[in-house]
């Protein structure tokens, strides 16, 4: 179940529209999330969406869900239907859905007020030349030769444009604002571009298309947002955003107030979409879902829940400044989510066989196990006990150190739920690797009896092996290796170790009901979720979603 929606402790932004309200500057309260539909969402996204979304409903307003949809060349069909999906997942439903391509009409039009009142012009100089005369932070900028031409020639023009005279590339429009700006932004941005692409909403229908800048504000305005909430790298760009609405007649008096909020950055992790989709197009990942990857699909592929990226959001908080956050801090979060709700079982991942000589053969006793101790409401359910049994490789040691308290020659051990065993040879193939230990058990020490006549002092898991069932368990890591800020020019250090398979292992029968997307504890091992790709009934794939270990350590 995910948390109350209403819960999002207070912040900056809640403190703006505090004052708005109380002063009538606004009677309601409505936001949006805006994504260009060129790749699928990341867990950057996901802080976005849950400011924008809890915002809206701590103050009973709206939340719209805009795809910013202007750049037909990059954009597709697949990735308006991931991004909806994980918006749900993550427990936020959008009370309108908006593309900007529904509003191509009314941003020509006011496209065309900007020209006719002599605040837009048509540039026929290239990408290149407009670049290069742009200017830097230390030097203006140089004006367009195209930029004082008459009102009546750009609109000439403009309208070329859109009926499709020119060549893709040809001409731009530009906003004529102040080449001497000490904000680049506003040095004559251009606002519009001829681009003959087939538009996923819109067909051939177009053009030419507006650009983000220019259509941002025109979104916002047209769908009444009051607050639009968006990250610290648009803070350069409001005075265009506010510039476009003051210039426009039907937003001079009531129009949407942008607010920034710091960027999410997590140590050793890829956020860019332009790192993501090479990622995937160089088949470095498996896919956008890889649960490598800290994209929203892939989070889900990998167990977490949206519950622990809420709590992971709530505790980062709404700050002004970008920084860095542990990863551990995420982890913590996943397994506060888990450590009540999912059960915890058995199983064997590197297995070495374990036969206890002294047990009758062909007996099997069913023991008793709580699902989950820190939830008793969970139930109990029985574990078969044999002759032989699976236990951890790292288990077992020939000439193990000081203070190792698993099996060696002469030591016990105590199986969990079950007897006290002593090993009594250590079995070892041509290559001296362990294969097998012998031991013998204490038929008084079983669990639960109360037995206290000796102190055994290590305590291991083990699996029946004629009961077990065998699966494929995937373990994973970063993928890369160092921390990545958001520059997507920075060529990323790969972890070449950041996913381990393992092919032999061994569970409890308990396994056998687990459907993909089902979470569980194996014990000592971690948080794993039955693999909605690769598992079914005839083969059990697992993810660990994280360990039990913890670096983290909350305030």
Not at 14 to 39: M, Q
Not at 245 to 260: A, F, G, N, S, T
Not at 493 to 518: A, R
Request: proline share 5%; charged share 30%.
């Amino acid at each position: 179940m995910i948390k109350d929606e209403t819960v999002m402790a207070s912040n900056f932004i809640h403190n703006i529209i505090d004052s708005d309200l109380e002063t009538g500057k606004v009677k309601s309260i409505c936001t949006r999330f805006p994504p260009e539909p060129n790749g699928y969402l990341h867990v950057g996204h996901a802080k976005a969406i849950l400011i924008n979304y809890l915002t809206a409903k701590k103050y009973g307003g709206r939340f719209n869900l805009r795809f910013d949809d202007t750049n037909p060349v990059k954009e597709d069909v697949e990735y308006v239907e991931s991004i909806k999906a994980d918006i749900k997942w993550l427990g936020c439903e959008w009370d309108g859905l908006y593309y900007a391509s529904d509003y191509f009409g009314d941003m020509y039009r006011y496209a065309m007020e900007l020209v006719k009142k002599g605040l837009a012009f048509v540039d026929d100089q290239t990408a290149e030349e407009i670049r290069e005369t742009r200017g830097t932070l230390t030097e203006t900028g140089t004006p367009s030769p195209y930029r004082d031409r008459s009102i009546e020639e750009n609109v000439t023009l403009f309208e070329q444009m859109h009926d499709g005279v020119f060549e893709d590339g040809a001409r731009v429009l530009r906003a004529k604002i102040d080449m001497n700006s000490p904000n680049i932004n506003m040095r004559d941005p251009v606002i519009y571009r001829i681009a003959r692409a087939t538009h996923h909403n819109t067909g051939d229908e177009w053009c030419i298309y507006p650009m983000y800048d220019f259509a941002h504000p025109i979104e916002d305005a047209l769908e009444g947002v009051t607050h639009s909430l968006c990250s610290l790298e648009f803070e350069d760009h409001r005075p265009l955003y506010d510039w476009v609405l003051e210039h426009l007649d039907d937003y001079k008096v009531e129009r949407p107030q942008q607010i920034e909020f710091a960027k999410l950055y997590i140590a050793d992790s890829v956020l860019g979409k332009r790192y993501l989709k090479k990622l995937v197009d160089d088949g470095t990942v498996e896919g956008w879902d890889d649960p490598r990857l800290d994209t929203i699909s892939g989070m889900r592929r990998r167990g977490m829940t949206p519950n622990a990226i809420r709590d992971f959001a709530e505790r980062i908080g709404v700050a002004k400044s970008n920084s860095i956050v542990d990863r551990a801090l995420l982890e913590h979060c996943i397994r506060d989510d888990l450590k009540e709700s999912v059960k915890r079982k058995m199983g064997v991942l590197d297995p070495i066989k374990l036969t206890i000589a002294n047990y009758p053969e062909g007996e099997v006793e069913w023991l008793d196990d709580e699902d989950n101790p820190d939830n008793p409401d969970m139930g109990e359910r029985k574990i078969p006990f044999s002759r032989t049994l699976y236990i951890e490789r790292d288990d077992v040691m020939e000439n193990p150190p000081k203070k190792y308290h698993r099996f060696y020659v002469g030591n016990e051990v105590r199986l969990r739920k079950a007897y006290f065993v002593t090993c009594t040879e250590i079995i070892k193939d041509a290559d001296g690797k362990i294969t097998e230990i012998i031991g013998t058990y204490d038929p008084e020490t079983k669990s639960g009896t109360g037995f206290t006549a000796r102190k055994v002092r290590g305590t291991i898991h083990w699996v029946s092996a004629s009961h077990a069932i065998p699966a494929t368990v995937r373990l994973y890591e970063n993928l890369v290796k160092r921390e990545v800020e958001g520059d997507e020019n920075t060529p990323l250090v790969y972890n070449d170790e950041s996913i381990q398979t393992l092919t032999s292992c061994m569970l409890e029968p308990s396994f056998k009901e687990m459907t993909p997307g089902e979470r569980v504890q194996i014990l000592r091992h971690g948080y794993f979720i039955a693999d909605t790709k690769l598992s079914s009934d005839e083969a059990l794939v697992l993810n660990r979603i994280v360990s039990l270990k913890s670096s983290y350590k909350p305030k």
